[in-house]
């Protein structure tokens, strides 16, 4: 037998007898920390620390009979795992409204609704990516390396999870990524799109955008703005002690050029005031 004790966050996992408290569990020898730790429910991608005896401790560590074991939640670091490479993501199914508002925060969030739990933690390995779930079985995928358990149930809410535990707000670059399809907006002068713009916005507005992928075209419109205050709000609450909203002064000149840009969605859609340019569009997702 060996004992374990979950901390803070943690307990939302774990049965609720066994909640902020040492219990014991029997632990066959040669079990890994990590499938111990998982076989009460906690996913490996919610652990910082592990501690045996006092002791800092690794997933493959064996436990010995009476070893006492202590594990602590993620707070905004990764201690016991490779550094997190980039801020790069895939969204399970059922977390499109983040997958979105993550690209229009400018996160590259690989979403497909058809992706299965095994695709999803194929590309995660072979992309570097961090999976993002509500279902804590696909974190205990075991090449799943960087994940978050959202806790959220509220897109704006889990964005500003994720923002918060992940510490984004300073790699934040609003309306630097198609909504659509994910991949880059790349300035675009208006000779270019004139065409496929209604007239009331060829008339008023003069900067331009084009998704390298799909080809839609942004610009600045009702909609944006509307999008650009969403953002401000989620952002701000992530990170309370900055005055400034990432959303409102973009690190990133290019980002300050993209934040000119809305969206154009395929017409009535009803999701975006603009019209979609074009012949190389591709619906869904990448
Ligand atoms: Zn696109």
Same mark, same amino acid.
């Given at each position: 037998?060996?004992?374990?004790?979950?901390?803070?966050?943690?307990?939302?996992?774990?049965?609720?007898?066994?909640?902020?408290?040492?219990?014991?569990?029997?632990?066959?020898?040669?079990?890994?920390?990590?499938?111990?730790?998982?076989?009460?429910?906690?996913?490996?991608?919610?652990?910082?620390?592990?501690?045996?005896?006092?002791?800092?401790?690794?997933?493959?560590?064996?436990?010995?009979?009476?070893?006492?074991?202590?594990?602590?939640?993620?707070?905004?670091?990764?201690?016991?795992?490779?550094?997190?490479?980039?801020?790069?993501?895939?969204?399970?199914?059922?977390?499109?409204?983040?997958?979105?508002?993550?690209?229009?925060?400018?996160?590259?969030?690989?979403?497909?609704?058809?992706?299965?739990?095994?695709?999803?933690?194929?590309?995660?390995?072979?992309?570097?990516?961090?999976?993002?779930?509500?279902?804590?079985?696909?974190?205990?995928?075991?090449?799943?390396?960087?994940?978050?358990?959202?806790?959220?149930?509220?897109?704006?809410?889990?964005?500003?999870?994720?923002?918060?535990?992940?510490?984004?707000?300073?790699?934040?670059?609003?309306?630097?990524?198609?909504?659509?399809?994910?991949?880059?907006?790349?300035?675009?002068?208006?000779?270019?799109?004139?065409?496929?713009?209604?007239?009331?916005?060829?008339?008023?507005?003069?900067?331009?955008?084009?998704?390298?992928?799909?080809?839609?075209?942004?610009?600045?419109?009702?909609?944006?703005?509307?999008?650009?205050?969403?953002?401000?709000?989620?952002?701000? /609450? *992530?990170?309370?002690?900055?005055? %400034?909203?990432?959303?409102?002064?973009?690190? +990133?000149? !290019?980002? @300050? #050029? /993209? *934040?000119?840009?809305?969206?154009? %969605?395929?017409?009535?859609?009803?999701?975006? +005031?603009? !019209?979609? @340019? #074009?012949?190389?569009?591709?619906?869904?997702?990448?």
């Amino acid at each position: 037998m060996v004992s374990l004790r979950f901390y803070a966050e943690l307990n939302d996992f774990i049965a609720v007898d066994r909640r902020q408290r040492d219990f014991a569990l029997a632990c066959a020898a040669d079990v890994p920390l990590r499938h111990l730790i998982e076989s009460c429910g906690v996913p490996h991608t919610e652990v910082a620390l592990i501690l045996v005896n006092g002791a800092p401790a690794a997933f493959d560590q064996r436990l010995c009979a009476g070893d006492r074991v202590a594990v602590y939640p993620v707070f905004v670091s990764f201690a016991i795992r490779p550094p997190l490479p980039a801020a790069r993501f895939v969204a399970d199914a059922h977390l499109g409204a983040l997958a979105r508002l993550l690209r229009l925060a400018g996160f590259d969030t690989r979403y497909d609704n058809r992706l299965g739990d095994r695709e999803i933690e194929q590309i995660a390995a072979r992309e570097g990516r961090v999976v993002l779930t509500r279902d804590r079985d696909l974190l205990k995928r075991r090449a799943i390396v960087h994940g978050c358990h959202v806790h959220a149930r509220q897109a704006d809410e889990q964005l500003r999870e994720i923002v918060a535990r992940l510490d984004l707000a300073g790699s934040v670059q609003p309306f630097s990524r198609c909504l659509v399809c994910n991949a880059r907006l790349l300035p675009v002068t208006r000779a270019l799109v004139e065409d496929a713009l209604p007239e009331r916005v060829r008339e008023r507005l003069h900067a331009f955008q084009r998704c390298s992928g799909c080809a839609r075209i942004y610009w600045q419109g009702s909609h944006w703005r509307r999008l650009r205050e969403r953002l401000q709000r989620v952002l701000a /609450a *992530a990170t309370p002690a900055t005055p %400034a909203a990432p959303a409102a002064a973009p690190a +990133d000149p !290019a980002a @300050a #050029t /993209a *934040a000119a840009a809305q969206p154009a %969605a395929t017409s009535g859609s009803g999701t975006f +005031d603009g !019209a979609c @340019a #074009t012949s190389r569009t591709s619906r869904g997702t990448r």
